[in-house]
């Protein structure tokens, strides 16, 4: 059983700053994800050629089971609001999402404060730099899955880049995973790093290796979190890889876990 997770930066690249359906779908078809959440989702937006990157994405893993959760309508960096149910959904919209070749027994979506106040960010690709942004809203995303290890809780998130308020979301993310049945993983981009994540869930983490910057990553963001909770379940890891990606400012976390076969 392969989970991922992926930072997808709407699908740019950071050599040209463009973004092409061919080159997405080939790095998340390279990740070979059972269960793949993405972080940074676009769809319909005129940036990203008006795509639906979450249908994209399921397709390139011939996924059964996907869904989009926007967390704003709009276009981030530009006029936007935070997304409400009975927003437009023909505009467009930015969120994160989660694809799964495993049948969903059962969704939740859980809505995490947004941070108050602006934050320095940086912008990377050309003509990035620093800027001061605007927090946007964030979702947890969870289902319960039917793997080869029985059902499973999987959920992927995106948390704020503010310090401090990431730390305040993801308790509100584990409170509410603990609704769902064990065991239970979080996939992520969680603006921590690994001992902070580890320290504050009491998760254990399922991989671990440096995942961003891209080109050459010197910190682990983002993560695979596996709560100790009939965590036996999920077998042993036997692989964990952040491979380059020809897209984004992330490199992709994927985790191989062997578990023990149940009807």
Do not use: C, K
Not at 9 to 21: C, F, K, N, T
Not at 76 to 101: K, M, V
Not at 238 to 255: G, N
């Amino acid at each position: 059983m392969h989970l991922a997770t992926f930072n997808l930066l709407h699908g740019r690249s950071l050599s040209d700053g463009a973004v092409h359906a061919d080159r997405v779908a080939a790095a998340v078809a390279g990740l070979n994800a059972d269960v793949l959440g993405l972080q940074e989702v676009d769809r319909a937006q005129p940036r990203s050629g008006r795509l639906d990157l979450t249908a994209l994405a399921a397709d390139a893993l011939g996924a059964r089971t996907h869904r989009f959760a926007a967390t704003i309508a709009g276009t981030p960096g530009q006029a936007w609001q935070p997304w409400r149910a009975g927003t437009d959904d023909i505009g467009p919209q930015y969120g994160i999402a989660l694809i799964s070749r495993y049948r969903a027994r059962h969704w939740q979506l859980t809505r995490l404060p947004a941070a108050p106040v602006r934050a320095p960010v940086w912008v990377p690709g050309p003509g990035g730099g620093p800027v001061l942004a605007r927090d946007e809203p964030r979702v947890l995303l969870a289902a319960v899955l039917d793997t080869p290890a029985g059902p499973v809780t999987v959920a992927t998130t995106h948390l704020s880049f503010v310090p401090g308020w990431n730390l305040h979301q993801l308790r509100a993310a584990v409170r509410a995973l603990r609704a769902l049945p064990a065991p239970r993983v979080l996939l992520g981009d969680l603006n921590l790093p690994a001992w902070a994540a580890r320290a504050l869930t009491g998760w254990r983490p399922l991989g671990r290796a440096a995942t961003y910057p891209g080109p050459a990553p010197r910190i682990q963001l983002d993560h695979a979190l596996a709560d100790r909770r009939d965590a036996d379940r999920l077998g042993p890891v036997v692989q964990v890889r952040a491979p380059r990606v020809p897209v984004s400012d992330h490199r992709p976390l994927v985790v191989h876990l062997d578990p023990p076969h149940r009807p």
